[in-house]
């Protein structure tokens, strides 16, 4: 389903960058204010960082009347409009804490030409370990607008997003993914896709995973490289053999299995008569992997 969503026009006297975050330093949620609305808060950042202030809410005593001041002032509101600003503050705090976001970013706030505060344009995050406390999330959920291959991640509870690369990557760990697709990149290469299968993941669940990856016309070659801590090097590898008699393989595959049941694993795979490559440590794998699909 995809949905469009009309609003009314509004006369716009003043652009205005608002944001609510959990600021982890603070360990308080925070607001990000500048006068620098209506354009990528990053290059802001980055170009004119004074322009940028942030002020951490107690989150004891909630927004009080002293941080929307500061707000207001940083925007230079004053009168009626640090009035609005105050309320609309409080309300967008209140927001944020009731729903469980992780990010609430207004870009632009608008002053209007009559001298409203406006939310011209909204972006917000929410918290997934907080799903439990709201099923009305999933009624906002617009398929439509997400990778198929990650709807189908989803099902099976694995960390997986779409990448523009050629090779496949299925990592256990968020850490050694970014760290897998760095060494695919430092030796000429692109991933296509972060793909963690967490630390306990099931043989169907690494079953699916393979599935994922393969279902991208964009993969070339799929590197697995796994650290078996909690996960165990045999269960992954039952869970390769399994994916790959399923569906076959029509790419090189290179596997790095290291830890828990590592020669157990390798057995597994060595036995299966498939033709896989092994290697002995990322570096070994990621040489590898970016030879078999750079030739």
Not at 56 to 73: E, F, M, N, R, S
Request: with cysteine; proline share 2%; net charge negative.
């Amino acid at each position: 389903m995809k949905r469009i969503y009309i609003e009314e026009g509004i006369k716009i006297a003043k652009e205005f960058y608002i944001s609510a975050l959990v600021d982890r330093e603070q360990s308080r949620v925070a607001f990000v204010v500048s006068q620098a609305g209506g354009m990528n808060i990053e290059e802001v950042a980055h170009n004119t960082p004074e322009k940028i202030t942030t002020i951490g809410i107690d989150p004891l005593a909630g927004v009080q009347k002293a941080d929307t001041d500061k707000i207001a002032a940083t925007l230079g509101l004053s009168g009626d409009l640090a009035s609005q600003c105050e309320a609309l503050i409080k309300s967008l705090y209140t927001a944020f804490t009731k729903s469980d976001m992780s990010l609430l970013e207004i870009n632009p706030l608008v002053v209007t030409e009559d001298n409203k505060l406006i939310c011209g344009d909204a972006k917000v995050s929410f918290d997934s370990n907080a799903a439990f406390r709201h099923p009305e999330w999933a009624e906002m959920r617009d398929l439509g607008e997400e990778d198929e291959r990650e709807i189908e991640a989803s099902k099976y509870d694995l960390s997986y997003i779409a990448l523009d690369g050629e090779i496949g990557c299925m990592v256990n760990g968020a850490g050694l993914a970014m760290a897998t697709m760095d060494i695919i990149k430092l030796f000429g290469a692109e991933p296509a896709n972060f793909l963690d299968v967490g630390g306990g993941a099931s043989k169907e669940k690494v079953t699916a995973a393979f599935k994922i990856i393969t279902a991208d016309p964009k993969v070339k070659g799929i590197l697995i490289n796994i650290f078996g801590g909690i996960m165990r090097c045999d269960v992954i590898a039952e869970g390769v053999v399994a994916a790959v008699k399923e569906v076959g393989l029509q790419v090189p595959l290179v596997v790095r299995l290291e830890g828990t049941n590592v020669n157990e694993g390798k057995a597994i795979i060595r036995n299966s008569g498939l033709n896989v490559i092994s290697a002995d440590d990322l570096e070994d794998a990621a040489r590898k992997i970016v030879k078999a699909v750079k030739g």
